[in-house]
């Protein structure tokens, strides 16, 4: 009887000009990662955040830092459940199934969530190039001694690579019909969301105007618009839309009889000329989240 050795193969993965060999100190290097990325949540945010920004992807999202908690807290512990569940950089092969693979998971939830929004294909897939990115960057800015880093990079493109390809299948799993009523079911549940914000806002007793960074009236209350407008109703602006009587031409002086049913648009220095000074104090602040 002849006995024979089989050998285990090591995964071997390619980066630049040659190939990675998995060994066991790799294992450290990714419980290194694990621990950095779980430490670095705040780093993270804001991060992905300014290269929002940067790239006009703000247009369409909060500008709040905590607005992007959610997302990024969920991808670390995607991150971190795949090194778990992998022990190694998660190659890809044709029969996977990236539908119940625990580093997808929550990649398709979003998906699913921005879909229903009405958010597209492309917009979605652009901006989370910059959250691969994030990781990137927070991999190489806070690289220990001992680190693989091409080890690292390649973990962290392996692993959104996954993430993308499952939510590009979940995005284009639905059909026509579905979609549509997706949508549908969405914009009557964001309908309902916008008549609560309207009656709370229109209910404040304190005069409230909400304007863009170019100061100019995004939004105003009933009791902001008592200041200008003595017979304005409560959700006139949105309710019973007309002409812009205060900038009528034949309206000379626009500190006086200003009876306008819409400021909409409007430079808040303009409409509000006694708060300026105030205005200027608020520029000066330099945040733009508040504004």
């Known amino acids: 009887m002849q006995l024979y050795c089989h050998e285990r193969v090591q995964p071997i993965h390619e980066t ?22 779980h430490a670095n949540e705040d780093w993270l945010i804001h991060r992905v ?87 990137v960057d927070l991999i190489q800015e806070k690289k220990e001694d001992g680190w693989n880093l091409e080890l690292a990079r390649l973990f962290i493109d392996r692993s959104f690579d996954r993430i993308e390809i499952a939510f590009c299948q979940e995005w284009s799993g639905k059909d026509q019909d579905e979609y549509i009523k997706e949508l549908q079911a969405n914009n009557r549940r964001m309908t309902n969301e916008k008549n609560a914000y309207l009656t709370v806002f229109e209910s404040l007793s304190d005069p409230a105007v909400i304007v863009n960074e170019k100061h100019e009236i995004v939004n105003v209350n009933h009791a902001a618009m008592s200041l200008i407008d003595s017979a304005s109703l409560p959700g006139a602006i949105y309710y019973k839309p007309e002409e812009n009587r205060f900038f009528q031409e034949d309206n000379v002086n626009k500190n006086q009889n200003m009876t306008c049913d819409t400021v909409i648009g409007h430079p808040l220095k303009e409409v509000f000329p006694w708060i300026e000074k105030v205005i200027g104090k608020f520029s000066d602040s330099n945040k733009p989240e508040s504004v």
Not at 77 to 84: E, Q, R
Not at 102 to 109: E, R
Not at 116 to 130: A, D
């Open 16 to 37: 630049g000009n040659r190939p990675i060999i998995l060994k066991a100190s790799h294992q450290m290097s990714l419980e290194n990662i694990s621990r950095t990325i």
């Open 49 to 135: 955040l300014q290269y929002a920004k940067i790239h006009d992807y703000t247009k369409y999202t909060s500008t709040l830092a905590e607005a992007w908690r959610l997302s990024i807290s969920g991808l670390s512990a995607s991150l971190i459940k795949g090194m778990d569940h992998y022990r190694s950089v998660p190659e890809m092969n044709p029969d996977d199934d990236f539908q119940n693979d625990p580093l997808t998971h929550f990649g398709i939830i979003e998906a699913r969530r921005h879909r229903e929004r009405g958010v597209s294909l492309s917009m979605f897939l652009g901006l989370m190039k910059y959250y691969r990115q994030s990781y």
